[in-house]
């Protein structure tokens, strides 16, 4: 697969080290409070996976599925829910849990409605952040890294459910989509 980027992003050793600085950061900022860590399928597995190890804190957690991209690199702007959440979330302190934020769009959506199910709070802990593609307002609490606007794979980023698996962050071959 190594072969298929056209350079490594994000190393392993680099991820680790963001990501506990997170866990550091959620684990005091929701000290005393009800979490519920909400990720996003299925992007947001590994991410999800090492960041509550990194929460030093009681917590639950919850997925769930939404559509955004189907199997091409561009966003379709429709957001639809293909699994919802298994507790109910009133009264608890939600954190969303999600690989990256491009356009804004299902991040904007799955805030929305989860704010919908009177919550005590709702905020985004998201691993990477493409500024130059942001079309709405998001606000993101716990950010990881500012990427550029290369497609990724990798550390849960897919291209055509392929990639996931990667334990960095890579920039895909344009030769690999473009064809
Ligand atoms: P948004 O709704 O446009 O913000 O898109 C967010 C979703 O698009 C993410 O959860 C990813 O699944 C996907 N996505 C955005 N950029 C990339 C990328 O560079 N590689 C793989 N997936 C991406
Ligand atoms: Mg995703």
């Given at each position: 697969m190594l072969n298929d980027m056209e350079r490594i992003l994000l190393s392993e050793e680099e991820l680790k080290q963001r990501i506990q600085e997170m866990g550091n950061q959620i684990s005091k900022d929701y000290e005393g409070k009800d979490l519920i860590l909400v990720g996003v399928l299925k992007g947001s597995v590994p991410f999800m996976a090492d960041l509550m190890k990194r929460i030093e804190i009681p917590c639950s957690m919850d997925f769930m599925a939404v559509s955004s991209y189907g199997s091409s690199t561009e966003s379709s702007g429709i957001v639809r829910i293909l699994k919802d959440l298994d507790f109910e979330i009133e009264n608890k302190d939600i954190l969303i849990v999600e690989d990256i934020v491009d356009s804004g769009t299902t991040l904007k959506y799955l805030k929305k409605y989860l704010a919908s199910k009177n919550p005590k709070s709702v905020e985004i802990a998201c691993l990477?952040?493409?500024?130059?593609?942001?079309?709405v307002e998001i606000d993101v609490k716990y950010l990881g890294f500012e990427v550029p606007n290369y497609f990724l794979v990798g550390y849960g980023l897919d291209y055509a459910e392929k990639?996931?698996?990667?334990p960095y962050i890579g920039i895909l071959k344009e030769s690999v989509y473009k064809k």
């Open positions: 990477l952040n493409k500024p130059e593609r942001r079309t990639y996931r698996n990667l």
